[in-house]
């Protein structure tokens, strides 16, 4: 087994999509995904770039992907990496691909400067929470995630 870790390429994007899918259902959410391959397309591949990607590929099959952003702390006036999605896909996992897709993206801000990687995870997800923990991630559980959509956020920008 030959695994490589890189960069997301536009012709992974189907690929990646099809990951994005995958882990909605895996999260019970499945109806709420609706992106599209063109979406992520052009947010991976034009500028300006609004997300980025890595992907794990076993023998040339895109077998995992990491999806993430930069973000910036005000605290330490640096930026970071929130990652979005972490995706293996079932016949590929515990095989150490979600841990080395941290790793590169360890990587990534420590050649770039970046202070932090920061991520969300179900409460439910123990098999995620476990790795997470084995790497040194730490809960953050004095802080909760809000978030405004839909009506709500129209309602909040109102009238233009």
Not at 76 to 99: M, S
Not at 133 to 145: E, F, L, M, V
């Amino acid at each position: 087994m030959t695994t490589r870790i890189r960069r997301a390429a536009p012709a992974d994007t189907a690929a990646i999509t099809a990951m994005i899918h995958e882990l909605a259902d895996f999260e019970r959410a499945a109806d709420q995904c609706t992106v599209t391959e063109t979406q992520i397309r052009t947010a991976l591949f034009n500028e300006p770039t609004t997300l980025y990607a890595h992907v794990a590929e076993v023998d040339v099959v895109v077998a995992a992907t990491a999806l993430w952003f930069l973000n910036f702390s005000t605290w330490d006036g640096v930026a970071g990496i929130y990652l979005e999605d972490l995706y293996v896909r079932p016949e590929f996992r515990r095989r150490g691909l979600a841990r080395a897709l941290l790793s590169a993206l360890a990587r990534e801000c420590l050649d770039n400067g970046y202070s932090r990687l920061s991520w969300a995870v179900l409460n439910w997800n123990t098999d995620a929470i476990a790795l997470y923990d084995g790497i040194g991630g730490r809960p953050q559980s004095q802080w909760t995630t809000y978030r405004v959509s839909g009506p709500e956020l129209a309602e909040l920008a109102g009238p233009r």
